[in-house]
């Protein structure tokens, strides 16, 4: 089973630890290897068998973290959870998941993510005000980080939802400038970039955001 879970062979492994599973050994710690393995295949399988398996990942996770506290491997479960709930878009679970990832395991390899995670998901709940002040704050932490352009845009996204005009230009206008090639942000943030461009007649700009979002998805409606 391990030896199809390490060379990608999620479903081979799946089919393998299930039936392990049913007939649990005498062992804790190896009984505990097949839970955590398990949930992982449904997770790393998720991508292609649909959001159910994504569903199923997060109940085990779930269990796992209740049934084996204070383990070092429950940084992978809190992420990996998070991550489910995202896909799933149940995005309070998914921020709680990444607040007690941060919480537990502040000093973890998914530190800068979880933490951009929860930015990302009051975003995406609607608490813009709560949104922007964690984003500053993790943009003085990981100024360089992968996520950094993403961060700019969504503070300028939150201040566009929070009707905050000046704010929201003056951090589209930094972010432009950093990153002008921004095409590859959110399809949502793009589309809120343009109409603020709009709403203050700053027409070339909206046309050029706007061509890239008709370039970039020509299938979207």
């Not at 990608?8 to 050994?25: F, H, R, V």
């Not at 068998?49 to 085990?60: M, V, W």
């Not at 949104?131 to 990981?142: E, P, R, V």
Request: proline share 3%; hydrophobic share 40%.
């Amino acid at each position: 089973a391990l030896k199809a879970f390490e060379s990608s062979n999620y479903q081979g492994a799946l089919e393998i630890l299930t039936a392990m599973e049913s007939s649990p050994s005498d062992e804790s710690h190896r009984n505990e290897h097949i839970f955590r393995c398990l949930a992982d295949c449904y997770y790393f399988l998720a991508s292609q068998k649909g959001n159910s398996y994504f569903l199923i990942a997060t109940e085990r996770y779930k269990k796992i973290l209740l049934e084996y506290p204070d383990r070092p491997e429950n940084a992978d479960g809190f992420y990996r959870m998070g991550k489910s709930f995202e896909n799933l878009k149940f995005y309070y679970e998914a921020l709680e998941a990444y607040r007690l990832l941060i919480a537990d395991f502040p000093d973890t390899i998914y530190a800068a993510e979880a933490s951009f995670k929860i930015g990302e998901m009051l975003h995406k709940i609607g608490r813009f005000d709560q949104a922007i002040d964690h984003l500053k704050s993790w943009q003085h932490l990981y100024p360089d980080d992968i996520h950094a352009k993403t961060a700019a845009f969504l503070i300028a996204d939150s201040y566009y939802q929070l009707r905050q005009a000046v704010n929201a230009e003056n951090r589209y206008r930094e972010a432009m400038k950093r990153w002008p090639d921004y095409g590859d942000i959110d399809l949502e943030l793009m589309m809120n970039m343009g109409m603020h461009h709009e709403q203050n007649q700053q027409y070339a700009d909206a046309a050029h955001v706007f061509s890239l979002v008709a370039s970039m998805y020509p299938d979207d409606a």
